[in-house]
Every structure is written in structure tokens, then in C-alpha cells.
């Protein structure tokens, strides 16, 4: 006797002996079962042979199998770079691990391979052991997709796969649609923590949150924090921007190359390229190129240290408290530290340049009315390529001193506002001119007498 049985999916069919049979016995079974398809001439002979068998007997042995659907494969992209969350990253010095090191954010610049794109497989269909056309099931997702600033390159050893290569430098991001692009902006939806760690972005960055203390926020472009700045390092290239405040400490300091905005500062160290704009501080040093600025809050300086090469403008000026307020405003504080460093290098540069040619006098004293040898030779040669050296050297800072001398010289004339009252103690540098307010009453403006050279205020 023989049964043949055929699987629920149609993909198989197998057949179950109780007695000896031949070959064509089997192949007329499964004809009057209906397999026309996918049957194996060495199963079914194997079969036969098992028959004769007693372990042969009384088990399903699979003779024939059909072909299954293959479902449709959307086009997909495989990253190359690494946008996984780590645990942290082990300082080589210290043999200690740093936990704010997450590598959360992934740069890139323009001509990295940021993934790859793998064609889309097409579907194909099944057949049934009986014959049956089995229908392959459709994709169940659309193709991925290319987002901006990506462009396309065919794969020099994968034919069919293409590069996706960036055309910018920017951040890597996927979309909930799992479209991968080149961005200028990163936002952090919450705080920056332990959850998040350091962020070091090439373009701009949004903080939903706070920055938590210990933490560093580095943009090229813009940086915006909705929240509050804990002791933590903010550098950007362009404007920082704090809704909150900015609570300093021993260690975090804020630089923004085109300004900096927050609604109060305290205990900060604050340095900007343009306009620092507060609604209050206290406490603070604070250095920029442009003016210091305080809007919309209550508009006081306490007690902090304050620089502006632009003048400085707030409400009140110094603290009835007699907390130490110090205000210098008419001087670049970046140009003038340039200018010191380049001044401290030349004074250094000269002393090398004096030795040097004093060196070489006793030397040609020595080596009057002698011949020279190779080495003596050689080394006057050494000599004279390192003085060579120092002159231009020499001349590239000197330059670079005049040019900072001329910066420092063209600023305009500076001035100091303050619209309602500015107490005693308060010491005021204007162009090199220095007053200390005696008695604390109401604001003025306070600028440097050309003629005098004092500071007068009116």
C-alpha cells in the first residue's frame, strides 16, 4: 500500500510504504495524487529500496518538492559609519574610563562614503508540487531612499551597488522612514547627560534641554539650548543662543564666535567673537569683541569682570554690597592677548637673533688668518641658513605686531552706559584711562576726555 501525503503549503510531497514496491508503482501513486512537480528520481528510487527494508517501513519519506514564493527585496542601505551609542571611551593616560564620551553625533565631510544603497531583489513566484502557481507576497516596505546632500557612486568590487558619498560636511541622519541624509543641524531632544554625552557637531546643534554639568557642546555653525547651561563647555563657531541661564563653575566656560545670548549669567567665563547680550549677571568674566548688552531682564552687572572692545550699555553697574565690578571696554581683548603673545615671541625671537650673531662674531675672530676645514665650513654654512631663518621670522612678527597695533589703534572711541544707577567701587578703564566710581548715584555715560585724557560722564 502506498499513501502519499502533500504538505498544507503545497511544497511538499511524501509518500508512507507498509509493504515492498516497485519504482513505477511510486511514480503512479503520485501521478494519481496530482505531484507533477519538483519530484526527485533518486528519493523516489531510494524509497523503492527502502521498502524492502523493515526500518523502511511505516515512515513518511519526501519524494518531491515544489518551489517556494520568494518575496520582493526593497531597495536597502547598509551604514559604513558607526552611529551606535558607546559605553564610553578609555583615556590612554589615565586608564580610566570617560562615560561622556558616547559617540552619539556622526560627522562627516565632503567625499566620505557614508553607506551603501543594494538593489531592490524582484519577487518570484512559487510552484506547487501539484502544479500550482504560488504567487510571490509583495514587499512589505518601499524602497530606501536618498536624502540630501548625498550623491551617488558605483561600487568599484559590488556591481549593482552603489556609494552613497556626502557633498557636505555635516551630520549624519535617518529619518522614521529610514531616509539617510547630510545635515547641518543636530537636535538633542532632551538634556545633554550621561544618556547623550559630549556633542561635537559639524553644523548647527538644538538642545531641547539642559546642558548638565561636566558636559561639552561643540558646533561649528550655531548652538541653541532651550534650557539652562550647568558648569559645562559651549563653543561655537556662530551665535550661542541660551533661553535659560548659564551657571558657571570651576571648569565650564561658554565661547561663541559670532555672540553670545542667555537670559542671565552667573559665575561664568563667557568670551565671543561679536555681542554678548544678557539679562543680568553677576560674578561673571566675560570677553567680546563687540559690546556687552544687557536686554529684557533686570539689566544689572555685579561684581563680575567685564571686557568689551565695543562699550557696554546696562541698567544698573556694580552691587550696593560692594561686590568688586571691573569694566574695560575700547581694546579687542583677543587682539590685545594676540598682540601680547606676538610681542612676548619677538622680544624672544631677538634675544635668539643677538646670540646668534654674537656667536658667530667670536667665531670669525678665531678663524682670522687660517684656513677653514669641511666641518668649520659646514658649520658657518648652519650658521648662516639659522640667521636667515630668525630674519624672516623676525619679519613676519614684527609685521603681524603692527598689523595689531593698527587693529587696536582704529577702534572706535569707547563708552559706557548705564541708564540708572552705578554704584561705588566700580572701576572703569577707558582707553587707557582708569576711574573708580567714590560714591555710588544714578547712570550716565562715561567716556575718555580727549583732551585731559580722563574720564568724564555726563
Known amino acids: 500500500m502506498i499513501r502519499v501525503e502533500l504538505s498544507a503549503d503545497g511544497l511538499r510531497a511524501s509518500v508512507v510504504l507498509e509493504e515492498p514496491v516497485e519504482l513505477a508503482e511510486l511514480r503512479a501513486a503520485l501521478e494519481e495524487a496530482g505531484v507533477v512537480y ?11 529500496d527502502l521498502s524492502r527494508r523493515p526500518e523502511g517501513l511505516g515512515r513518511a519519506l519526501a519524494v518531491a518538492h515544489g518551489l517556494a514564493p520568494r518575496t520582493a527585496q526593497p531597495a536597502t542601505v547598509e551604514l559604513v559609519v558607526d552611529l551606535g551609542l558607546a559605553a564610553g571611551r578609555m583615556d590612554a593616560r589615565s586608564l580610566r574610563m570617560d562615560y561622556r564620551e558616547r559617540g552619539l553625533v556622526c560627522n562627516v565631510h565632503v567625499g566620505d562614503v557614508v553607506a551603501l544603497l543594494h538593489p531592490p531583489v524582484p519577487a518570484e513566484h512559487g510552484r506547487a508540487v501539484d502544479g500550482r502557481l504560488l504567487e510571490a507576497p509583495a514587499a512589505d516596505r518601499p524602497d530606501a531612499r536618498v536624502g540630501e546632500h548625498l550623491e551617488l557612486r558605483a561600487h568599484a568590487d559590488q556591481p549593482g551597488v552603489l556609494e552613497l558619498v556626502a557633498t557636505l560636511d555635516g551630520v549624519v541622519r535617518i529619518d522614521d522612514g529610514g531616509t539617510v541624509s547630510i545635515g547641518l543641524l543636530y537636535e538633542v531632544p532632551g538634556d545633554v547627560g550621561l544618556a547623550v554625552g559630549n556633542v561635537t557637531v559639524e553644523g548647527s546643534v538644538f538642545i531641547a534641554g539642559n546642558v548638565q554639568a561636566g558636559f561639552r557642546v561643540q558646533a561649528r555653525d550655531a548652538l541653541r539650548v532651550a534650557g539652562s547651561v550647568e558648569d559645562a563647555i559651549l563653543e561655537a563657531g556662530g551665535l550661542v543662543e ?24 552667573q559665575n561664568a567665563h563667557i568670551e565671543s567673537g561679536g555681542d554678548v547680550v544678557l539679562g543680568s549677571d553677576t560674578r561673571s568674566t566675560i570677553r567680546c569683541s563687540g559690546a556687552l548688552r544687557t536686554e529684557g531682564g ?7 569682570e567685564y571686557w568689551a572692545a565695543r562699550g557696554l550699555h546696562a541698567r544698573e553697574l556694580g552691587s550696593d554690597k560692594g561686590a568688586a565690578t571691573r569694566v574695560e571696554v575700547g581694546r579687542d581683548p583677543f587682539l590685545a592677548r594676540e598682540h601680547a603673545m606676538v610681542s612676548k615671541d619677538l622680544s624672544a625671537l631677538r634675544g635668539q637673533l643677538k646670540k646668534l650673531r654674537r656667536a658667530r662674531e667670536i667665531e670669525s675672530v678665531r678663524r682670522v688668518g687660517g684656513d677653514l676645514s669641511r666641518t668649520q665650513i659646514l658649520s658657518v654654512r648652519r650658521s648662516m641658513k639659522a640667521q636667515r631663518e630668525l630674519d624672516r621670522d623676525l619679519q613676519l612678527l614684527a609685521a603681524r605686531q603692527a598689523a595689531l597695533e593698527a587693529e587696536l589703534d582704529a577702534a572706535p572711541p569707547p563708552e559706557v552706559r548705564v541708564d540708572h544707577k552705578v554704584f561705588s567701587g566700580v572701576e572703569l578703564l577707558l582707553g587707557g584711562a582708569r576711574h573708580v566710581v567714590e560714591r555710588s548715584g544714578p547712570g550716565g555715560v562715561f567716556r575718555r576726555d580727549p583732551a585731559t585724557g580722563e574720564i568724564v560722564s555726563r
Open 242 to 265: 541660551v533661553q535659560g541661564g548659564i551657571l558657571g563653575g570651576d571648569w565650564g566656560h561658554v565661547h561663541g564666535g559670532a555672540g553670545v545670548r542667555a537670559s542671565f549669567a
Open 298 to 304: 533686570a539689566g544689572y552687572l555685579r561684581g563680575g
Open 38 to 48: 519538483g519530484v526527485h528520481e533518486e528519493r523516489l528510487q531510494g524509497a523503492a
